[in-house]
């Protein structure tokens, strides 16, 4: 156990929907990573924040959206949905110092969304 | 482009081999390197990190080198078991003033008995 929880775990919906998945990181970790996994894609960086702020940014869609709120936990919001966004949307959360990646990701077991 | 490549085909080995798995990168000068492992279906776990001055790391069986000329790393288990089969996943963290993991595609390692 990693530590870091998602919900959902499965999610099933159409295309043209909204969906939001939730992410709390381990306790004390202030940062929050999003990836997307899909088949033929690998591990893709969707967007990071730290400490309530977003401090980098991947190829994350303008479909998509993300925050982190003062309690530390994240939600990605994923809009106007295509067959193309099913995908396996892992959170990992980190210690991070200011500026400097100074260790390892801690992994979620994943939201695996389907859009049909 | 930046890119960071890890063998696509699956490799195959024999219980009790050494399996050595490659990360190539080109354009990133990265700070450090990570290795994960990831079963079917469950998120990746962290394994080592590398820095770019460390040019090797070792943890019981796991071995990783980190040649910033080359741009390469080589992540080796001494000693493979079944239950090593897995995929393995190499990222970088692209430079000192950011935080951005990125990951490559990942090897799948099969070891049979």
Redesign the interface.
């Known amino acids: 156990d990693s530590g870091v929880t998602q919900t959902p775990k499965h999610l099933i919906t159409a295309t043209g929907q909204r969906v939001t998945l939730r992410c709390s990181p381990r306790s004390g970790d202030l940062s929050v990573y999003w990836y997307q996994q899909s088949l033929d894609q690998g591990l893709q960086f969707l967007i990071q924040y730290y400490n309530g702020e977003e401090r980098a940014k991947g190829n994350i869609l303008e479909r998509f959206s993300a925050q982190q709120f003062p309690d530390l936990h994240s939600e990605l919001n994923l809009s106007s949905l295509e067959l193309g966004d099913s995908a396996l949307y892992f959170c990992a959360s980190s210690v991070t110092s200011r500026g400097q990646n100074t260790g390892e990701l801690f992994f979620g077991e994943g939201s695996r969304l389907t859009v049909l | 482009s930046q890119k960071i490549e890890q063998n696509s085909e699956a490799l195959n080995i024999q219980e009790g081999k050494t399996a050595t798995l490659t990360c190539n990168y080109t354009n990133y000068s990265p700070?450090?390197l990570?290795w994960?492992r990831q079963d079917p279906?469950?998120?990746?776990?962290?394994l080592l990190?590398i820095r770019e001055n460390e040019k090797e790391k070792r943890k019981e069986r796991l071995k990783v080198t980190f040649d910033t000329t080359l741009k390469q790393s080589l992540f080796h288990i001494t000693a493979s078991q079944p239950a090593d089969s897995a995929t393995y996943?190499c990222a970088l963290?692209v430079s000192?003033?950011?935080?951005?993991?990125?990951?490559?595609?990942?090897t799948r390692l099969q070891v049979f008995p």
């Open positions: 700070a450090y990570q994960y279906g469950r998120g990746p776990v962290f990190l996943l963290v000192y003033n950011t935080d951005k993991l990125i990951f490559g595609t990942g």
